[in-house]
């Protein structure tokens, strides 16, 4: 086994031992779950807790809705039955575990009850409102954001001792990560009940704490910046897409924007600080789902580069293209370099307990390559002074980007980032 292997299995170990938590913390008894939402998210946080022997209550506020979730979840089933995975007459058994409503009041005798629509801050205050008046004593409520302040959610309710968050990444059904946020007032009952169910359901859970986008989509967003920042010097996004495919990235950035949709976050004559995606909206150009997006698509999704873009991508910038200039190393030292700062202030801040922490969740979560481990381990193999020069480099071009303490201590005194106790996210 390699170094960077070795290290990554002890980080995943490691990752379920929650620092400070009182050895005598109670486990709540997790027999019924409750689910808001049946869509792609609400659907495959069902299945895990179907597919381990727990009874699931889905809720959806229309029938239709509500039906086709549930045939979401059975196809899901029935093509891995087909694929050997597990007996075919399992299909029922689990979906047997499975029933639908279409008023939360179905959740009255729910154990742990998770929230799972869309990322809408009045709706999910709206929820948790609600549920304060209908769960029963002592019932976990988790919501899935994946970065809106949880305090400001369990301020909703009576209870906000009983409210975490239950980060799951998509599909939830297949991806390993779960990111357990744990709000100011959280209880360490819950939160230790919330890292045992994890476990149960075959989840790779690390604590966290609240900021937005908590640990892992606050990296991403330190490295969406910088990948949006060189389309604006000219650099073509099919580049830096390249440049991330050939460190061992499955999708870079641009192919994952894509994917979700060019579109979050945006509105039809919306003026952002992103004037060539705004540009791409409005030309209906708003990824895989309209057929056309930084790339174009063709009937069977399979990209190639656009000319169309190029275009906006010069008509914005002033910028013909291949004049930037840009090595596939310069590339990626102004992208990935930035993901090591942003950890390290997240680090800083507390909110994440360990620096192995922060590399589970981009190998578990984003796909970060094996041979490189996560942020932390690539950050030892490049060097602190490497990281510091190019982040001094990004601070000159823009004040707001800001220098982690810790960076500029481990480029003049040495020191892993591996191996840094900055005090961790405790409980209590």
């Known amino acids: 086994m390699s170094d960077i292997a070795a290290y990554m299995n002890e980080a995943t170990q490691t990752a379920r031992v929650i620092d400070g938590l009182a050895s005598d913390a109670n486990l709540r008894p997790i027999h019924k779950v409750g689910i808001i939402g049946a869509g792609t998210m609400g659907g495959g946080i069902a299945m895990n807790f179907a597919t381990a022997g727990l009874h699931v209550t889905l809720i959806e506020t229309k029938q239709e809705a509500l039906t086709r979730g549930l045939g979401v979840i059975q196809a899901n089933y029935q093509r891995s039955a087909d694929r050997g995975r597990f007996p075919v007459e399992e299909v029922a058994e689990r979906m047997a575990r499975i029933d639908g409503a279409l008023d939360m009041a179905a959740l009255a005798d729910c154990d742990l009850i998770i929230e799972a629509v869309f990322e809408d801050m009045e709706l999910k205050k709206s929820i948790f409102k609600t549920l304060d008046g209908i769960a029963k004593q002592g019932a976990i409520l988790g919501t899935n954001t994946s970065g809106l302040d949880i305090d400001a959610i369990a301020a909703q309710t009576s209870r906000p001792q009983d409210v975490i968050g239950l980060h799951f990444f998509s599909p939830a059904n297949v991806m390993k990560l779960l990111e357990i946020v744990?709000?100011?007032?959280?209880?360490?009952?819950?939160?230790?009940?919330?890292?045992?169910?994890?476990?149960?359901?075959?989840?790779?859970?690390?604590?966290?704490?609240?900021?937005?986008?908590?640990?892992?989509?606050?990296?991403?967003?330190?490295?969406?910046?910088?990948?949006?920042?060189?389309?604006?010097?000219?650099?073509?996004?099919?580049?830096?897409?390249?440049?991330?495919?050939?460190?061992?990235?499955?999708?870079?950035?641009?192919?994952?924007?894509?994917?979700?949709?060019?579109?979050?976050?945006?509105?039809?004559?919306?003026?952002?600080?992103?004037?060539?995606?705004?540009?791409?909206?409005?030309?209906?150009?708003?990824?895989?789902?309209?057929?056309?997006?930084?790339?174009?698509?063709?009937?069977?999704?399979?990209?190639?580069?656009?000319?169309?873009?190029?275009?906006?991508?010069?008509?914005?910038?002033?910028?013909?293209?291949?004049?930037?200039?840009?090595?596939?190393?310069?590339?990626?030292?102004?992208?990935?370099?930035?993901?090591?700062?942003?950890?390290?202030?997240?680090?800083?801040?507390?909110?994440?307990?360990?620096?192995?922490?922060?590399?589970?969740?981009?190998?578990?979560?984003?796909?970060?390559?094996?041979?490189?481990?996560?942020?932390?381990?690539?950050?030892?193999?490049?060097?602190?002074?490497?990281?510091?020069?190019?982040?001094?480099?990004?601070?000159?071009?823009?004040?707001?980007?800001?220098?982690?303490?810790?960076l500029r201590q481990l480029a003049s005194q040495g020191g892993k980032f591996i191996e840094l106790d900055l005090g961790g996210l405790k409980t209590g």
Not at 279 to 295: I, N, P, S, V
Not at 334 to 340: E, G, Q
Request: aromatic share 8%; charged share 25%; proline share 4%.
């Open 182 to 406: 744990r709000a100011d007032d959280t209880a360490e009952d819950v939160v230790a009940t919330s890292m045992d169910i994890a476990v149960k359901i075959g989840k790779v859970a690390t604590l966290v704490g609240v900021c937005p986008g908590f640990v892992g989509n606050r990296i991403l967003a330190a490295r969406q910046f910088q990948s949006n920042e060189l389309v604006k010097r000219g650099v073509l996004p099919w580049d830096v897409d390249a440049a991330f495919n050939n460190f061992g990235f499955k999708m870079g950035p641009f192919q994952m924007s894509d994917l979700a949709g060019l579109d979050i976050g945006w509105k039809k004559g919306a003026k952002t600080s992103n004037p060539i995606r705004d540009t791409l909206c409005e030309m209906d150009r708003r990824g895989q789902k309209t057929g056309a997006g930084f790339y174009d698509y063709d009937e069977n999704r399979q990209r190639s580069p656009s000319k169309v873009t190029e275009a906006v991508i010069a008509d914005v910038t002033g910028i013909a293209p291949g004049e930037a200039g840009l090595s596939e190393t310069d590339i990626l030292a102004r992208c990935l370099h930035p993901m090591v700062n942003e950890a390290l202030i997240i680090l800083e801040e507390n909110k994440a307990q360990r620096p192995s922490d922060v590399d589970v969740i981009w190998s578990y979560g984003y796909g970060w390559p094996g041979d490189t481990g996560g942020p932390m381990a690539y950050g030892d193999l490049v060097g602190a002074e490497k990281i510091l020069a190019t982040m001094e480099a990004l601070n000159s071009e823009n004040a707001d980007v800001k220098i982690s303490d810790t």
